[in-house]
């Protein structure tokens, strides 16, 4: 929660975040969809590699998952379905300079 409210703050002050985020361990192994909501003022898409623990988790064929141009301060989800193990952490990575904001993930 404490990360998140940095994250928000940043945003509304203007400033572009990069990071890594990691999501707490779910408690019970299972299927899960992980919706991601973000803002791309870019003209072109974003990308995000996601994993859990060391595995990679494939957006078909693609190790990235794409986050259309929103227009600035337009708001999107993006639902990533995953299997998480017991205790598995969850991880979202972007790559390089990006205008890709993630305000929320869960």
Known sequence: DEWLDVMRAAHRAGMSTTATAKVAPVPTAGNYVFNVRYTNASTSNQFLTVKV????????????WTFKPTGAGVWDWVAIPMYVPANGIVTLQ???????R?????
């Open 53 to 64: 623990g060391s595995t990679t988790i494939m957006n078909g064929a693609s190790n990235r």
């Open 94 to 100: 972007g790559a390089g300079a990006m205008s890709l």
């Open 102 to 106: 993630i305000d929320a993930a869960g």
